[in-house]
């Protein structure tokens, strides 16, 4: 689980992330003016209030402690999903994908909100963005709803990923860590 002391790493982990993965696809413009600074203060609030608003945030670390990944989870945002949870973020350095990191926090949600009350989850994820994609799909996740969304003056499309089931979606997991 993430800590207060975490903000300002999952701040760089965020934006290290985004522009590894997202440039190119969304306005130089959007990633470039993203700040460690704002990133780290908007976490610290994430991380105080977690508790009260039903929400879990879990980092991935490294062999060294260092912070390399997060996800976190809530109730859903967005009824377009049909679920109760969502899947708000999960972000991995590039360097950490393929690893099985990615596999621990989506369980680490799933389990999360399952522990909150929720009975499935959902997620939004740009249509462009294949790696993630050809992930929620090894993990059993079906596309359930699209949407435009606006990053600095660009359309782009999101996919809804749902999961009817979190218990399903643990199992898929675990399929996915012991392959």
């Known amino acids: ?3 207060l002391s975490d903000a300002n790493a999952i701040a760089e982990v965020h934006i290290r ?6 440039r190119g696809v ?23 209030d977690l508790p009260a608003k039903r929400q879990v945030l879990s980092v991935a670390l490294d062999d ?3 912070v390399i990944g997060f996800a976190g989870a809530g ?8 679920t109760d949870g969502e899947v708000y973020a999960i972000n991995l350095v590039m360097q950490a994908t393929r690893k099985g990191f990615g596999t ?26 294949i790696g993630a994609r050809w992930f929620y799909d090894s993990l059993g996740g079906s596309i ?3 949407h435009e969304r606006d990053f600095g003056g660009t359309k782009l499309t999101e996919l809804g990923y749902v999961w009817g089931n979190l218990r399903d979606l643990k199992q898929a997991g675990e399929r996915l860590l012991a392959s």
């Open 26 to 48: 969304m306005p130089d413009k959007v990633l470039d003016e993203m700040s460690v600074e704002r990133g780290a203060q908007s976490w610290s609030a994430v991380i105080a």
């Open 104 to 129: 621990r926090l989506m369980l680490a949600m799933a389990e999360g909100l399952s522990s909150n009350g929720f009975a499935d989850a959902g997620l939004w994820v740009l249509e462009k963005n």
């Open 1 to 3: 689980p993430a800590v």
């Open 144 to 146: 359930a709803a699209r």
């Open 75 to 82: 109730p859903t945002r967005d009824p377009a999903l049909t």
């Open 64 to 66: 060294l402690g260092n």
């Open 17 to 22: 992330a985004w522009r590894e993965t997202y």
